[in-house]
């Protein structure tokens, strides 16, 4: 075979393999981490990374002992129940059948989908040395059975306080009336929310609001954005009024 004829075959097989790579690019890309994956030794325990999600933080509890990942918890409770959160209940143990921290993404949930691996990734990292543990100083438990206390040891000083947050379609108002006794009502307004959800959020959060005595309320499922943005700007009133 002549030289020029072997550069030939030399250029072939780089187009072939060019193509194959980005033909076959995802594929590819997932064989790698799992040879990468299993080279990696890691540190028995349980470690938690977080990442942000569609609408708040996502947190991955990743369990794993020397031979690889045992088990993965995905936590987001600002994610949308339907989508972000049914992604989260199924990519638990895809990462676990994978043995790393990349996956396929869930149709309809890829930003959900993509938080839960970077956490996943996070945690990961520190099993492997790779960054330092990420101590949690409280677990989410406790900052639950924290919060009712924490709003009732607040003053107010009475008046009427406004405050504005960013909803899914422009700004939210709330005025919140403040008496002697806390939270008396609270009025939302956001006339660039979608009527039929984020403006039907608007009407149940001021009960909540005024139940809660606080703008640490449960979201209206659906509308994360909305109830995000309502509660910023109860919130935002109530730092006035502190």
Not at 140 to 161: I, L
Not at 235 to 241: I, K, R, V
């Amino acid at each position: 075979m002549t030289q020029k004829e072997k550069g030939y075959v030399g250029l072939g097989v780089m187009l072939v393999l060019a193509v194959g790579t980005v033909l076959g690019s995802e594929p590819l890309y997932k064989a790698i981490d799992s040879i990468a994956a299993g080279n990696i030794s890691y540190e028995a325990g349980t470690y938690t990374g977080t990442a942000q999600g569609f609408g708040g933080m996502v947190t991955a509890t990743v369990t794993v002992s020397s031979s690889g990942i045992e088990s993965v918890e995905l936590k987001g409770d600002s994610e949308t129940p339907e989508l972000g959160g049914a992604a989260l209940e199924k990519l638990g143990p895809a990462f676990v059948e994978a043995g790393t921290s990349r996956v396929d993404a869930v149709a309809g949930a890829t930003i959900s989908s993509n938080a839960a691996m970077e956490a996943v990734g996070q945690a990961l990292d520190q099993a492997s040395g790779k960054i330092d543990v990420i101590e949690v100083a409280k677990t989410e438990e406790t900052q639950e059975e924290a919060a009712p206390k924490a709003a009732s040891d607040v003053s107010y000083e009475p008046g009427v306080y406004e405050g504005t947050g960013e909803g899914f379609g422009g700004e939210i108002r709330a005025v919140v009336v403040i008496t002697d006794s806390g939270i008396d009502s609270v009025e939302l307004t956001g006339d660039s929310e979608t009527p039929e959800l984020g403006g039907e959020a608007l009407k149940k959060l001021p009960e909540q609001f005024t139940s809660a005595q606080s703008a640490d309320v449960d979201g209206v499922s659906g509308c994360t954005l909305t109830s995000n943005g309502a509660k910023d700007a109860v919130q935002a009133a109530l730092d006035q009024a502190q």
